[in-house]
Each structure stands twice: as structure tokens, then as C-alpha cells.
């Protein structure tokens, strides 16, 4: 409904509230039930105080029912009513002086995303397209992170699609071409995985010198657990023709980037062999939770190992194909790049880099004198953690002890207790290895688009 603030003044002589019933009557008409029996919802009100004056903030069907609601407050004084935004709606539409968005219902509307991602804790980078991540303490506590708090990656629009009328399709170079509803797909053999999903970019704020695209600091990464039909099912299932090797999948959001004249979708592509090694899942759950449409409501790839670039959202789309995917987001973006030896060189950002993060203690806490636990999670595409080893103010390497078990999918928490007995600062260093002998750097490769930053995470408190 359409927001309004409403600002009442009345003169000190014709003051209601001196009037025990008059102001009595104003205050139960002002009343949340009341002001819902005339189409309206109160925010919130507030009196200055001397001033004689009242402002409220009130949501109202159109700007007639709210002057109705207003009647009583016009014999007592002055009313004026002033058309309004919400913050979050300001921002995603461009600023105070921008129109109202036009908001088509195929799309989810962006002041509402970004207004749930704040309520949520999230910390969020930009509304359009939101893009918000996690707090690193908030990483601490259970295997996986509550659907609020995962954090958030999108290029365009976040798409409201119908989970009724939705249809999967996977065709191109297939024997048997499907076409599935979300109830044909919960009808088939479902999994649940836990599995942590991090964006290629996560770190990149930390990169020197500072490159383009989103400065993540280091939560953009999240764990939850997954449920929905092993992929490779449904390819065998389709019916993979001679030589027909290659996978594009293609997102319901789309729009325009630059160097294209048209709008294009969000499409990715791998290998058959890649989803059956990683094994992909088609996820139509969440912790246990139908996907909400910021996690790709109703139906999403989750590539376990892969950075989550792979993991594509709103999935329409399954092609079949013997050739790779020639995609903007698969040729011209997710690369790694650098210069070696005055040569250009690239590669494709594929599994998640090995990388350990310190949740507690958070960056500048103050900590008490004697036993410290210091904790955190680990992950890495390539398998599981073999090993996370702690620092502390410049000491040797200690091995914490990992929690919990092992699983390659999904972090790893760990914790090392110690104890500290001299007031000052303390400097935390965290690196973890994992069991296929890749261990983190003390300082990441710099490349061009900021992708794979997993420099050894680094956390200062101070002890009193």
C-alpha cells in the first residue's frame, strides 16, 4: 500500500489533550484497531513536545481513505498529508527525487528484497541488484546459517515466478526431452546435502590495488542444507545424444550488461562429468524450507565444491549440447586474469579456493584476561579440511581441533582454547589446509575482476 506521512498542528489555546475526553477520543481513534477499520495501518506516531504538533506514518489504500481516517484531526487543527517512501525503496529506485518503480508481477519488488535482507542482518552492499552478505560473527553457531541470514548474490531483477504454473525444461541434444512442474520434480528420488556456498568475489575489498565489481568483504559465503533430484538423473533420464557432453543453464533473471544491445539471461554452463563428480542437486528446498525467491524460488542448481556462480538460480532451462557454453557470465566474466612474465593469462573460476575464517573473536572485541576460545569455520572445493593451524601475535602455528565431521561439501567449525594472561592487543592468524594438500597464502594472487582472495584471514582484539 502506498506510504504517507501526516503531519497535525493545532494552536496551544485549542490544545485537544487539555480536554480528558477529547483527547481520550483522539488517542483511541489514532489506535491500531481503529485505524484498521478505515483501511489504514499506523508505523508509528510521535508528539513534539511544546510544538503542539504530531507526525505519524501510515500506509493507506489510496490517499481518500486515509483523508476520512483524518476527519477528526481536521476539526481540532491544521492536517497535512505528504505522499512517501521507504528508505529501502528510495535506494533501489535511485534516490529521493526518482518516480515511483513500476514493479511487473514476474518481478519480486526490490524495496521489499532489500527492506527483508536488512531485517535479516545482512549486510547489504547495493539494492539494485541486491547484493548483501553475512556478518562473520553471525557465521558462529549452528552446521548451517538461517535462510535470512545466507547471504545474497544477484546480477539483475530478482524474478517472482508461479510456482504452479512453472516448468523445467531440458532438451537440445536429448533422445527423450522433458518438461517437468515443481510437482514432478518433488515426485522424483530427492537428497539432502549440506553444502557451503561461497561467491567468487568474497575477499575481493581486500585485493591492493582495488579492483572492479562488488567489495565483499569476507561473508559472502554461507551453508545450508539442500534437498531436491540429483541432476544426473535427470540428464540420464533425458537421454544425453552421442558426443553431447556440455550442460548451459539458464536463469529466469535477465536484463542488460554493458557490451550487449539486447538484454541476455543469466546462463552457466558445465560439463556432464562435473555434475556427476560434484553431485549437483535441483534444489526446491531450504533448511528444510521451500527456496524463497531470493534463493531462486522455485527451483536452483547447488554445485557442491564450485563457487556459487555455478549454483544458478530461478532455473528454467537445461541444454543439452556438444559444445561449452559461450554465455556472457561463462566467457566474459568469472576468469581469473593476470599478467605473469609481461603475458596475459586467464583461467576459469571453477572449484572454491581452500580458506579459513575466524569468527571469534571479532575484529576489535575486547576480551577478558585467562582462557580464550578462539573459533571458526573452514572450506574448500577441493575436499575436505585436513587441518586449520591459529597464530597468535605473531607466534607459531598451532593446530587447532576441528568439530564436528567431516564433510567435503560443506565448512568445517574449529576451535583452539588457549590461555592469555597479558593485557594488550591480540592478533589472530588463521590458514587451514585441506585434505588435497592445497593450503591457503599468506597473500592471494591479485587478479584483474578480484575473484579467489583467500589470504590467510587475520583478526586484532585486545585483551583487559
Known amino acids: 500500500m502506498p506510504l504517507f506521512i501526516v503531519r497535525h498542528q493545532h494552536s496551544p489555546e485549542a490544545c485537544p489533550a487539555r480536554d480528558p475526553t477529547m483527547g481520550v477520543m483522539l488517542l483511541n481513534h489514532l489506535s491500531r484497531p481503529s485505524a484498521a477499520r478505515h483501511g489504514v495501518v499506523i508505523k508509528g506516531e510521535a508528539v513534539i513536545r511544546g510544538a503542539h504538533t504530531l507526525f505519524f506514518i501510515a500506509e493507506a489504500a489510496d490517499e481518500g481513505a486515509l483523508e476520512a481516517f483524518l476527519t477528526p484531526f481536521r476539526q481540532v487543527g491544521e492536517v497535512e498529508v505528504m505522499a512517501a517512501s521507504t528508505c529501502a525503496e528510495v535506494v533501489a529506485s535511485g534516490g529521493c527525487d526518482a518516480p515511483p518503480t513500476d514493479i511487473s508481477a514476474a518481478l519480486l519488488d526490490p524495496a521489499h528484497a532489500c527492506q527483508d535482507a536488512i531485517d535479516g542482518g545482512l549486510l547489504v552492499h547495493r539494492a539494485y541488484p541486491l547484493n548483501g552478505e553475512t556478518s562473520v560473527p553471525d557465521l558462529a553457531g549452528g552446521a548451517v546459517m538461517p535462510n535470512g541470514r545466507f547471504y545474497l548474490r544477484n546480477h539483475f531483477d530478482i524474478p517472482n ?128 524450507e521451500p527456496l524463497s525467491p531470493p534463493h531462486g524460488f522455485p527451483l536452483r542448481l547447488v554445485v557442491p565444491g564450485w563457487y556459487a556462480v555455478a549454483s544458478v538460480k530461478w ?59 578462539i573459533r571458526g569455520v573452514a572450506w574448500s572445493g577441493a575436499g575436505s579440511i585436513a587441518s586449520v593451524d591459529v597464530s597468535l601475535n605473531g607466534g607459531p602455528w598451532r593446530e587447532a581441533r576441528l568439530v564436528g565431521e567431516r564433510r567435503r561439501s560443506a565448512w568445517q567449525w574449529w576451535e583452539l582454547i588457549t590461555r592469555l594472561d597479558e593485557t594488550g592487543p591480540l592478533i589472530v592468524r588463521a590458514r587451514a589446509t585441506d585434505m588435497a594438500g592445497r593450503t591457503q597464502p599468506e597473500h592471494a594472487e591479485w587478479n584483474r575482476l578480484g575473484y579467489g582472495n583467500n589470504s590467510i584471514h587475520c583478526v586484532t582484539a585486545q585483551l583487559i
Not at 355 to 368: K, M, N, Y
Open 315 to 373: 532455473l528454467t532451462e537445461i541444454i543439452v549440447t556438444d559444445r561449452p557454453c559461450e554465455a556472457h557470465y561463462q566467457v566474459e566474466k568469472y576468469w581469473y586474469e593476470w599478467t605473469r612474465n609481461g603475458h596475459d593469462e586467464r583461467a576459469p573460476v571453477t572449484l572454491m579456493n581452500v580458506r579459513a575464517l575466524i569468527a571469534s573473536p571479532d575484529q576489535g572485541e575486547s576480551l577478558p584476561r585467562g582462557e580464550t576460545a
Open 161 to 288: 515466478l508461479d510456482g504452479e504454473r512453472y516448468r523445467l525444461s531440458v532438451g537440445g541434444l536429448v533422445e527423450r526431452p522433458l518438461s517437468l512442474s515443481m510437482r514432478d520434480l518433488r515426485n522424483l528420488h530427492a537428497e539432502s546435502l549440506v553444502v557451503t556456498l561461497e561467491c567468487a568475489g568474497n575477499g575481493r575489498s581486500l585485493f591492493d590495488p582495488a579492483v572492479p565489481g562488488e567489495a565483499w568483504g569476507m561473508g559472502a559465503v554461507s551453508t545450508a542444507e539442500w534437498t531436491g533430484v540429483p541432476l544426473i538423473e535427470l540428464i540420464e533420464r533425458a537421454g544425453p545424444r552421442p558426443g553431447a557432453t556440455q550442460l548451459t543453464f539458464r536463469g529466469a533473471d535477465g536484463g542488460t550488461v554493458e557490451g550487449h544491445d539486447a538484454p541476455i539471461r543469466f546462463e552457466r554452463g558445465l560439463t556432464v562429468d562435473q555434475i556427476r563428480e560434484a553431485g549437483a542437486l535441483l534444489a526446491y528446498e531450504m533448511n528444510g
